[in-house]
């Protein structure tokens, strides 16, 4: 299986309320990744915040310019973030339903 280098962003919700949690990372594995966010299994701050939903990803040739990018986002401002995501991926719509998962609630309900 082609490992491919992913830059990623889940989230807990659409944003609307400051408590939103979203969490920026890097894998060559995004399935597997995603699986891992949506089971709890990376503890800390994903599994804390419930970040299960996959909001937006971008797809890089190389694992080192994927490292540069996510460090850059995470660096970004939160207003920035939110920005990037809704540019993409204006109704939060989960887009692991592409990887084949079940679809999440984007809205928190």
Same mark, same amino acid.
């Given at each position: 299986?082609?490992? +491919?280098?992913?830059?990623?962003? &889940?989230? #807990?919700?659409?944003? *609307?309320t /400051? $408590? +939103?949690?979203?969490?920026?990372g &890097?894998? #060559?594995?995004?399935? *597997?990744? /995603? $699986?891992?966010?949506?089971?709890g299994?990376?503890?800390?701050?994903?599994?804390?915040?419930?970040?299960?939903?996959?909001?937006?990803y971008?797809?890089?040739?190389?694992?080192?310019?994927?490292?540069?990018?996510?460090?850059?986002?995470?660096e970004?401002?939160?207003?920035?973030?939110?920005?990037?995501?809704?540019?993409?991926?204006?109704?939060?719509r989960?887009?692991?339903?592409?990887?084949?998962?079940?679809?999440?609630?984007?809205?928190g309900?």
């Open positions: 299986m082609e490992r +491919t280098p992913v830059v990623y962003i &889940v989230a #807990s919700q659409r944003n *609307g /400051i $408590y +939103t949690g979203i969490y920026t &890097v894998t #060559s594995d995004l399935a *597997g990744r /995603i $699986y891992q966010h949506r089971t299994i990376p503890e800390g701050f994903t599994a804390k915040h419930r970040c299960k939903i996959l909001v937006w971008e797809v890089h040739s190389e694992m080192e310019s994927a490292i540069v990018r996510e460090k850059r986002i995470k970004w401002k939160r207003q920035w973030k939110l920005r990037l995501i809704e540019q993409e991926n204006p109704t939060w989960d887009l692991a339903i592409d990887l084949g998962f079940e679809p999440l609630d984007v809205n309900e």
